[in-house]
C-alpha cells in the first residue's frame, strides 16, 4: 500500500569532536525517547564531528562497511521499527567519502555519498561517485519515496530537482550547516519541486585551534508549498516529529493550467 501520512522527522544534536563513543551514546538517548516514527533523520558526521584538521585525521576515524555508526543506525532502526538516516566517514578503499546511511528496519542500508563539497572537504574527501536517485521505502505506514542530500547540496537546486524527478516525496537532508541562510533557501527548494524536506542540523562548535567551526541549528521540516512545518531553536538538543500528508508531494498541480514538472521545457534549458 501507498503511505498517505507518514511521521518524518530530525534530530538536532550537540557532538563534541572525535569521541563517537559518547556522541552514539547521547543519540541512542535521542532516538530511543523519540515519539513514533517513520522516518528520522540525524545530522551529517553526527558520531565524528565535522571539523577534520587533515586527511589522516579523518582516515583514522572512517569506516568501512558496517562500522560503529552504520551498526548504530541499524540498531535503532531494528529497535525502533522505522528507517534512520544519518552522516559519517566513509572509507572505500583508499577513497574517503561524506556519506549518510539510510538504515531500515529490515536490515537493508543504502548509502548516498556527498556530491558537492564544501569549502575544506574538498580537501579531505572524494566527491561522490554516484548519481542523485530516489529509494522505495516500506514503512508502517505504507510505501513512500525518498531522496537523500546532504548539506551543502542545498546550494545547488539540481540536486534536489534530480531527486524530485525521480520521484522523491520526502528530501531527507543530514546537514552540518554554517550559513544561516539554508532553512530559508530549503523553502525554495520545496516550493519549486513540490516535496517535503527535513534538515538535521548540529550545534555547538569543532573547537580545533584556527580551524575552529561553529554551528546554526534551526533543524527544519518544510512542506511542498513552502510551509515551515518545524524549526528548532538555534541551540540545543532537540527532537522533533511531524506527520506528513504526501497527498500534497504527489500533486504536483499549482492550478488549473500549471503543473511544476510537466509545464518544465527542458529544451529552452542551458545544460
Ligand atoms: C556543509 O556542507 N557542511 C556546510
Given amino acids: 500500500v501507498i503511505a498517505e501520512t507518514v511521521r518524518v522527522g530530525f534530530v538536532q544534536t550537540d557532538p563534541r569532536f572525535g569521541d563517537v563513543a559518547r556522541n552514539l551514546e547521547r543519540v541512542d538517548r535521542l532516538v530511543r525517547g523519540a515519539p513514533d516514527f517513520d522516518v528520522l533523520v540525524l545530522p551529517e558526521l553526527f558520531s565524528t564531528g565535522y571539523c577534520f584538521r587533515d586527511r589522516a585525521e579523518l582516515e583514522s576515524m572512517a569506516e568501512e562497511g558496517h562500522g560503529p555508526t552504520v551498526g548504530a543506525l541499524l540498531g535503532w532502526a531494528s529497535a525502533r521499527g522505522g528507517w534512520l538516516v544519518g552522516?559519517?566517514?566513509e572509507r572505500d578503499g583508499s577513497r574517503l567519502f561524506n556519506s549518510a546511511a539510510l538504515a531500515g528496519p529490515d536490515g537493508t542500508v543504502d548509502v548516498y555519498r556527498k556530491v558537492h563539497l564544501f569549502d575544506r572537504e574538498t580537501l579531505l574527501f572524494d566527491p561522490g561517485d554516484r548519481p542523485f536517485r530516489a529509494a522505495d521505502l516500506q514503512t508502517r505506514s505504507g510505501r513512500m519515496?525518498?531522496?537523500v542530500m546532504i548539506c551543502f547540496d542545498w546550494r545547488f537546486p539540481e540536486a534536489a530537482r534530480s531527486l524530485a524527478l525521480d520521484g522523491a516525496e520526502v528530501l531527507l537532508h543530514p546537514s552540518n550547516l554554517v550559513l544561516d541562510v539554508c532553512p530559508e533557501a530549503m523553502i525554495t527548494r520545496c516550493l519549486e519541486n513540490g516535496v517535503f524536506a527535513?534538515?538535521?542540523?548540529?550545534?555547538?562548535?569543532?573547537?580545533?585551534?584556527?580551524?575552529?567551526?561553529?554551528?546554526?541549528?534551526r533543524s527544519q521540516i518544510t512542506g511542498p508549498r513552502g510551509q515551515v512545518l518545524a524549526r528548532a531553536p538555534r541551540g540545543g538538543e532537540w527532537v522533533r516529529v511531524e506527520p506528513l500528508d504526501l497527498t500534497q508531494a504527489r500533486d504536483k498541480r499549482i492550478n488549473d493550467h500549471n503543473d511544476l514538472l510537466r509545464d518544465r521545457r527542458p529544451e529552452r534549458y542551458v545544460r
Fill in 145 to 147: 519515496r525518498v531522496g
Fill in 198 to 217: 527535513v534538515t538535521a542540523n548540529r550545534v555547538g562548535e569543532d573547537d580545533r585551534g584556527e580551524l575552529s567551526v561553529r554551528f546554526t541549528g
Fill in 87 to 89: 552522516g559519517f566517514a
